[in-house]
């Protein structure tokens, strides 16, 4: 698996600058949000990536929206190379 920066001087959108601070200095282990993991999905060669709703892709495989069972807990971006 390839590590991805999230050095705040190399990331672009404010919410990601965001959630690296509260990550970092703040008690949550997880601050990601839709903005912030297209710009990292980006920056590992992902060239198409959209956003997805609940039980719902954009892809040809349908089953995986079927894997979704959190919806109030996630959001949900799907990306292909």
Known sequence: MRHISTCPTK???ASG?????????????SLL????????LGRA???RIEGASFG???????????LDNRERESFFVEAWR
């Open 56 to 66: 719902c892709t954009n892809s040809c495989l349908p089953e995986l929206a079927s």
């Open 33 to 40: 949000n839709r903005e912030y993991i297209e710009e990292l």
């Open 17 to 29: 600058k965001l959630s690296i601070q509260l990550t970092w200095y703040g008690t949550n282990l």
């Open 11 to 13: 990331t672009h959108a």
């Open 45 to 47: 060669g992902f060239a």
